[in-house]
């Protein structure tokens, strides 16, 4: 447990790090689209090949840790991804529906609220 802890808070650094940097180089907000749309296409190849490669120990480090801290948008579409290959489509279409939805409804009242505290 602490030693996956430990790859997850390496990762997390790495990809924190690469996503701020991206950022910095490419304009707002088409930076987050460059980093969201390449940590999925990141997330879906390493989870391939972790998993066929019987690696999937490197999970923590690379997947939750690097690519979670590079983007969670990554998680969001490997999460819905299996939930389509796992033949639940409808859960996999009311994830991404109410994920979206919510996630930009408490951004939304974060705003509002965070303004009127200030």
């Known amino acids: 447990m602490i ?12 990809g ?5 940097l991206i ?3 490419v304009a707002f907000p088409l930076g987050t689209l460059t980093v969201n749309v390449l940590g999925s296409f990141a997330i879906g ?3 391939a090949i972790l998993h066929a490669r019987d690696v999937a120990h490197l ?6 840790g690097m690519l979670g801290g590079f983007t969670t948008f990554s998680a969001f579409s490997l999460d819905a991804l299996r939930l389509v290959e796992d033949g639940r489509g409808v859960a996999a279409a009311a ?7 919510l996630s930009i409804t408490a ?9 009127s505290i200030a």
Do not use: D, E
Request: aromatic share 12%.
């Open 95 to 101: 994830y991404v529906v109410a994920s979206v939805t």
């Open 45 to 47: 190849q390493l989870w």
């Open 3 to 14: 030693t996956s802890l430990l790859y997850v808070a390496v990762g997390g650094a790495v």
């Open 107 to 115: 951004c939304g009242i974060g705003l509002w609220l965070g303004r």
């Open 59 to 64: 999970t923590p480090l690379l997947v939750t």
């Open 23 to 25: 950022g910095q180089l």
């Open 16 to 20: 924190s790090s690469l996503r701020f």
